[in-house]
């Protein structure tokens, strides 16, 4: 009888701090867990690194986040949430000012413009389908290969990318195909 009143009393004890503090987490995480940052158009969640988060843009790379925070005088382990507006403005402008060394850009040398350019978010996603009806337009090799559905960079074909999926190349089934005399 004595045992189970002390096991119930440690359980209550234990249910009491865990309403204190349930999940553990320091005053100052919980801020910026809730708080959305906007950058060129893309919601990042607060309680993200620095660096973490602005890969979460389409477009930047992990190396192109580290030169940014790097350039920036950015801590890569700081919060996101925890940017001030001005800090935020600075990540703006470097990447819409192209202010990037040129080995992390994506798009050197540009085939219409003979510029090297980084293109980020919804303007990478169109010049890419553009990229793509200009191959099939001329009827490259590669151009061929996106129309059809089929690996571009040289996979091989044999065991994937398989258009129906239950047949099998070179399997006969057992039973009903052949007749028995």
Known sequence: MRDTTYLYNKMTEQKEKTKEMPHRQRPEEKKYEEKLIRILSKDIEGNLNVYVGLTKIKGISWSLSNAICKLLNLDKKRKIGSLSKEE??????????????????????????????????????????????????????????????????????????????????????????????
């Open 88 to 181: 935020i403005d600075q990540i703006n402008n470097i990447l819409k000012e192209k202010k990037i060394p040129s080995h992390l850009l994506n798009r050197k040398f540009d085939v219409e413009t003979g510029e090297n350019t980084h293109l980020i978010g919804s303007d990478l996603e169109l010049q890419k389908e553009l990229d793509i009806g200009k191959l099939k337009k001329i009827k490259s090799y590669r151009g061929l290969r996106h129309s059809a559905n089929l690996p571009v960079r040289g996979q091989r074909t044999r065991s994937h990318f398989r258009r129906n999926k239950r047949k099998g190349v070179g399997i006969k089934k057992k039973g009903g195909s052949e007749k028995k005399q």
